[in-house]
C-alpha cells in the first residue's frame, strides 16, 4: 500500500495500446511512484479502464501534480482519487464549499489551484462524510468516487 491511489478510465477515443501508457511517465520520472496492482471497478461510465489503471503515490505534493496533469489530459475519461492501493483518501473540494465541513479540524488540505483543495481523510468513512458534507456541485473535478 502506498499514501495516495490514482486510478484512471481512459476515454472511448483513446487507443488501447496508447491507454496502456498513459501512467508510465510518472512510474520512471519519481521514485515515489509505482503502479498498483488493484483496480477499480468497472461502473460502466463512458471510457474503458486499462489494465494498467493505477499509480500508487508518496506525497500529497506529487499527488496533487499527478492529478491535476491527468485531469486534463485528453486521454483520460476519468480521475479517481483514493480506493484500491490507498492508505488516506483526498477528495477534490471546490473551495467556496469547505466552509460546510462539519469537523473540519479531523482532515489535512491540500490547495490545488485557486478554486479546489483536496480534503485528505484517513479513511474512506471520513471521506464518504466529506462527500455528504458539500454539495455534489462543489466536489471538485468529478463527484464519484468510483
Do not use: N, W
Not at 509505482?34 to 461502473?43: C, L, V
Not at 492529478?67 to 479517481?80: E, F, G, M, N, R
Not at 490545488?112 to 455528504?132: C, F, H, N, P, W
Amino acid at each position: 500500500m502506498a499514501e495516495f491511489a490514482v486510478h484512471i478510465r481512459a476515454s472511448e477515443e483513446t487507443d488501447p495500446e496508447r491507454a496502456e501508457q498513459l501512467l508510465e511517465p510518472y512510474v520512471s520520472e519519481h521514485e515515489e511512484v509505482s503502479y498498483g496492482e488493484e483496480s477499480i471497478q468497472d461502473t460502466g461510465g463512458t471510457g474503458f479502464i486499462p489494465e494498467q489503471s493505477c499509480l500508487l503515490v508518496d506525497g500529497v505534493e506529487l499527488l496533487a501534480d499527478i492529478y491535476t496533469d491527468l485531469q486534463s489530459h485528453p486521454d483520460v475519461a476519468k480521475v479517481i482519487l483514493g480506493g484500491p492501493g490507498s492508505e488516506r483518501f483526498p477528495v477534490p473540494v471546490q473551495h467556496y464549499a469547505l466552509q460546510q465541513l462539519e469537523y473540519p479540524d479531523l482532515y489535512e488540505y491540500h490547495a490545488l489551484d485557486g478554486k479546489v483543495t483536496l480534503v485528505i481523510a484517513e479513511s474512506q468513512m471520513e471521506a464518504e462524510k466529506v462527500r455528504e458534507d458539500v454539495p455534489a456541485a462543489a466536489l471538485g473535478f468529478s463527484h464519484s468516487p468510483f
